[in-house]
């Protein structure tokens, strides 16, 4: 039997369990993953809590999307992965469990320089913040700022835009500046006066804005400091995005990622991947949980308490 994390109604942090399942089969085209590690996501818990819309429950509906593992049996027809070799998993609800089948276009080689935890910490947020800033078009001549750039997400939009070349600023508290700061960004707090803030340490207009944080202040201080509205997109106020006549990546937005940018999610995790190997990127980890302890890893994620990507280990 395997183990997985399941709930069978919306709520509080409280609904996650752990239940037996059967072992997962490889279908045509999957391969069967014992999970190492599971990457604990907030839209896990929006999910979950149905902050963001989900179908009505009928079965125990399973959590998580990212993970990384080691591939245990092959289904029919797999020839591009072998029994034993170590995965980064994106986008394959149910990575909160022991074992999972899932498709090989969902799965990258981890190589022996990345942890399962590192792998367990990209699909979301890597695959998030690499789109957002493709389809904005950041390049080396522009100044982006980034809100909650301490946050996973914005951790990998200040390392992609400052590889590409950009000036970035990104907000957060100010115990989280110096990791910015080792990142290559101007750290910045996120509180009252932020405006001035940015307008202080930016070395040349502010061109491009990726919202990470969804606060009003954040919302405001992109339009006073953009004129172009193209530049700015949120990936939290997809709802208001419109009414600001600025763009949203999902979180909530009723327009749909497009194909080019389902893509370029997909094109991150082994672009990641080849980053942490070689050194050039690195990702903050937070507290590791056992998997029975879903339910705790929610809350700590949602009080704001832990710094880093928290990870579940079955
Ligand atoms: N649209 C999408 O496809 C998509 C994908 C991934 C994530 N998201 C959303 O994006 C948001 C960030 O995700 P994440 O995974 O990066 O979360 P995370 O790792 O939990 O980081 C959250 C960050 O928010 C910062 N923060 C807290 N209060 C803030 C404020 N008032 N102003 C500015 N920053 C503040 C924190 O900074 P400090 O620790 O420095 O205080 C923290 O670094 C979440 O709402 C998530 O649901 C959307």
Redesign the pocket.
Known sequence: MARAIVYTEFGSPAVLHEIEIPDPVAARGDVVVRIEAAGV???DA?LRSRKRPSPDITEPRPVGFDGAGVVEVLGEGVDDFAVGDRVAIRDALGTYASALAIATEKLVALPDAVTAAEGAAIG??A??AYQALRSLGVTDGDVLLV?????????FAVQFAVAWGATVIA???P??HELLRELGAIPIS??AGLLERVRDVAPAPVTVVLD????D??IETSLALVADRDRIAT??R?PDAASFGIR??????PVPLTEEELAWRAEALPKTVELLASGDFTIELGPELPLAEAAQAHEL?ES?AA?G?IILVP
């Open positions: 996501n907030p839209i929006k979301i947020p695959g998030t809100h909650a750039g301490s946050g996973s997400v914005g951790q907000t957060a508290s115990s989280r996120y509180d990470c944080a969804g606060t202040e954040a990936i939290v997809g949203a990546f999902s979180g909530g937005s994620m704001g710094s990507k």
